[in-house]
């Protein structure tokens, strides 16, 4: 997994900057129910989704992360309002929250334990009624069925802990069930075969070793194709929204 501290600096550059951070935040709103007035953005990285749930009147966010320097550009972001801790025992007391959100966590997780057990917490942390919204299928949603794609589809890939019918079943685990879905386009995610290169050379193939042998085959491969810096399609991004069992306060 990457270093998200040392990450950090390039990370908004290299994902789509505020484009994809006000579709994302955009999807997010549009899920949760009437009446919502304080959120948790788990895993919220440096902040650029948080900031814009935190534009929404009347909402109240909390930003948490447990990368130090991602959070400390989150607190210039969003100040007062960020936290460093662990999205697997979250510093926070039961049903605090009428929302919690992980955008692009789940897929970074080692396993369906450690996600199981990060889905458990958000549920906790949520008051009965409240919506737990989350990304959901991240690597397939990188493939766009580009010439880059078709060079990279023999590369081994681990399975994915964040496929939906996982998450519905982690979901169903901790009390949560289905409410509602969206999907936002991945601004300035779209792949060119030299920055794809690039990402194989830094660990972003995590099934990849950077300096070996597979690494170099497929970069060879990816220099030879058209248009080197030319951005393939971006990605659609899903999104999934659980709402916690019990009687609650909110409308729809």
Known sequence: MLDYSQEADRY??????????????EAVLGLLP??????????CGT??????????????????DAA??????????????????DSRRLPFPDDSFDAVTTVWLLHLLSGPDETSSVVAECAR?????????????????????????????????????DRVEAVDAYAAEHGLAPTGRARFRGHGQGRSPRSTVDDLR???FTQIPPDGP???????????????????????????????????RFLR
């Open 202 to 204: 830094r660990g972003w």
């Open 125 to 161: 942390v949520l008051r009965p009624g409240g919506v737990y919204v989350t990304t959901v299928d991240k690597a397939a949603s990188h493939d766009v069925r580009s010439d880059i794609d078709a060079v990279l589809a023999p590369r081994p890939v681990r399975p994915a802990v």
């Open 12 to 25: 908004d550059a290299s994902r789509g900057g505020e484009p994809r951070a006000a579709a994302a935040a």
């Open 214 to 248: 597979l690494a170099a085959r497929f970069a060879e491969r990816l220099a030879a194709l058209p248009d080197q810096d030319v951005a393939r399609p971006d990605p659609h991004f899903g999104l999934r929204a659980y709402r916690k069992r019990g009687r609650g």
């Open 34 to 43: 009437t009446g919502t007035a304080t959120l948790l953005d788990v895993a």
């Open 47 to 64: 902040g650029l989704v948080t900031r814009r749930l935190a534009a929404r009147e009347g909402l109240r966010v909390t930003g948490v």
């Open 68 to 85: 130090y320097r991602m959070a400390r550009l989150a607190s210039e972001r969003v100040p007062g309002a960020i936290v460093l801790g």
